[in-house]
């Protein structure tokens, strides 16, 4: 029997201990998640890349009643990113998300798909996105890479 160990570094800071690009990009996805189409979960998500290039980009979550048709706020971004900023690496991805209505923010990670957009996204780079995602106790998350979040990642269809 083979028996393979991962660690995962995952930091947890408080706002005072983030760069000002990271607390930029949190206050654009909080600001951009009240934009979210969300009629069916009621769960607003907003996300904001900076670029290699210093531009922000910002979306938010799209339901569609077709459940599959739906679209994250994570999975837009970065495809407007690479349509229309095809040779621009993505830097610092960043979430916030919470409940129509609610004032206190969720604690929100990107779901199995998001992650697997992220890899590729690194991969078509050669370089890990550092991701900062708001917690509801006002700490955020802070990673470098998506190996943090998906250790047994589908990167090559030849091995």
Known sequence: ??????????????????TEEELQLLEKAKAISVQAYAPYSNFQVGAAVLLENGKI???SNQENVSFPAGVCA???????????????????LAIAARRTGDEVWAK?????????????????F??????????????VYRMEGIK????????????
């Open 1 to 18: 029997m083979e028996k393979l160990t991962q660690s995962n570094e995952i930091e947890v800071l408080t706002l005072a201990e983030l």
């Open 57 to 59: 980009l910002q979306s």
């Open 74 to 92: 994570e999975q837009l971004v970065l495809g407007y990113a690479g349509a229309n900023f095809p040779d621009q690496a993505v830097k610092i």
């Open 108 to 124: 929100v990670s990107p779901c199995g798909i998001c992650r697997q957009n992220i890899n590729e996204v690194e991969q078509r």
């Open 126 to 139: 050669k370089s890990p996105i550092r991701m900062v995602f708001l917690r509801p106790d006002g700490l």
């Open 148 to 159: 943090h979040l998906l250790p047994l990642k589908f990167d090559d269809l030849t091995s």
